[in-house]
Every structure is written in C-alpha cells, then in structure tokens.
C-alpha cells in the first residue's frame, strides 16, 4: 500500500504518516495548497480537502461540471471554485479549506435556475485579486453572456470589469494588468477597480501572447493564418517582424529587455529573438 511521508522544514529526515486514504492516487489531481491542506475535486464532483497532519479528507461542497478548470484556483490564501448547490445553479465559490469556510461567493449571472450554471474558462492573479473568465447561456440557450471579473475574496468585492471572457493571456505592466478576451481579437487594461477598466485599441488580429518587457508588451498576432511579432503600449500597434512559416508559436519568454520564444515552422523547430527593433 502506498504511505504518506512529510518532511519537516529544515530537516532531510522523512516521517511515515501513514498509509493514503482509499480516494489516493486515482481520483484526484491537481491539489491545491491552502494553509495547512490540499484542496482538489475528486471525482466526479466532489471539493474535497486533506489534512495531512491527521492523513485524513474532508467533503467541502459539490461542484458544476462541463468546465475547462474543474480545479478549484488559489489566490491569497482562498480556493475559488464553481459551487453548485439547488438554490442558484453553479456559481462563484469560495473556500479557506474547510467545511465551516466554504461557501457560495458570488450570483454572477443573478439569474436562478433552470439557467445554464456558470462556466469558468481561465484564472490569472494581479495584486491579490484573482481575474477570471466566465459565460453563460440565458434560459433558451439563445444569448450567451461572456464576461471578465476580479474578486478579492468577498462578495462585496467581486466585480465585473469586462466584456468578453479572458481565456489566460494576461501580463502585468506598470501597475495594471493587460488581458484579452474572446477569442485575442480585444485588449483590455484593468488596476483591479470597475472604474479603472478600459478597453485598448483593438489589435491587428487575435492576440496569440503578451509578454511586458519595462513599459512595452511584446504581442504574437495571428491574421488570416499568418503570424507576426508586435509592440503594444495599448494605444498604438507596432509591428517588429514577420514569422513566415509559422503555424504555431510558443509563449515567449523575457530575457533582460529581449523575447526569446519559438516557432513552428514546416519541418522544423526556429527560435527567434528580439529586441522589438523591426526586422
């Protein structure tokens, strides 16, 4: 049988704990560190929690499916999660780790059911907020809704700051975070108030990566299948280079005041740098 073994900080000597629980290591994934326990959703729909002081799990509260991050998402010290319960349908939730402190956070679609829940698409974190992507579909599965939101952790400070659904292409540059939404054909710049959200000027096609390198971001476009490198301070777009036989890119990295990344290209693998001087 397979054993839990801790390590006490500043020491190399392994403590047996015991053996796992029946749901390790077959029905979870992904935990998640919350203060003194590990979060995941065992499956199919369970938030659970485990205390591995005592070896021991704890049902938290039972979750939506149908989404891209079953995962519950940590973010200054609190797990946000989709919380389903008979009263609101999927929705925002919240949990410190266990049963007393989890909970429903947020009616983000203020429709009740028999509306489709809530669906989560991507998670980023900017200055203690967690910023995250969700839609929903009204009550004829007509009119879908997508959306941005920031929250601090309390209902009160879950806002909406954006149209469109941020699906994890963000960065953070000078004190605000840029994002896109949809399908990367919008940019938006948010510091993390409702008020202090606006809308760029649109790129020159679907943003594909953004990477802040000191006041500029540095942003992979993709337009009618051709890809090509820009400079971006939100309100005027510059283009460096173009990738000719590109079919695909990889998140570029910053090193010192230069993007490194690469390229697919037909029968090869190239890896370009640049300075954001124009080829």
């Known amino acids: 049988a397979e054993r839990l073994v801790r390590i006490a900080a500043g020491t190399t000597t392994p403590i047996d704990v015991g053996p796992l629980p029946l749901l390790f290591p077959n029905h979870a994934s992904g935990w998640s560190v919350i203060g003194s326990r590990a979060i995941s959703v065992v499956s199919p729909d369970q938030l659970t929690a485990f205390d591995p002081s005592s070896n021991t799990t704890q049902f938290l509260a039972t979750v939506g499916s149908g989404t891209r991050t079953p995962q519950p998402f940590v973010a200054s010290g609190s797990g946000y999660f989709r919380h389903t319960d008979s009263l609101y349908g999927v929705e925002l939730g919240l949990t410190d780790g266990t049963l007393a402190g989890t909970a429903r956070l947020a009616d983000l679609n203020a429709q009740p059911p028999p509306t489709w829940g809530v669906q989560y698409c991507a998670y980023g974190r900017f200055r203690g907020l967690a910023i995250f992507g969700a839609y929903w579909w009204d009550r004829g599965r007509i009119l879908r809704t997508d959306a941005t939101f920031v929250s601090d952790g309390t209902s009160s400070g879950t806002h909406r700051i954006a149209d469109g659904m941020y699906w994890g292409l963000g960065t953070d540059i000078g004190g605000n975070f840029?994002?896109?939404?949809?399908?990367?054909?919008?940019?938006?710049?948010?510091?993390?108030?409702?008020a202090g959200s606006v809308h760029l000027l649109q790129p020159p096609g679907h943003v594909q990566s953004l990477?802040?390198?000191?006041?500029?971001i540095f942003a992979v476009i993709e337009h009618n299948g051709r890809f090509e490198l820009y400079l971006t301070d939100g309100r005027i777009w510059t283009l460096v280079a173009h990738l000719p036989g590109a079919n695909s890119t990889f998140s570029p990295v910053r090193i010192g005041e230069r993007i490194c990344f690469r390229v697919w290209e037909p029968g090869t693998t190239a890896l370009w740098v640049s300075d954001g001087t124009a080829a």
Request: net charge negative.
């Open 178 to 194: 840029v994002f896109a939404t949809g399908d990367g054909s919008e940019l938006w710049s948010t510091d993390g108030s409702v």
């Open 211 to 216: 990477t802040a390198v000191g006041a500029r």
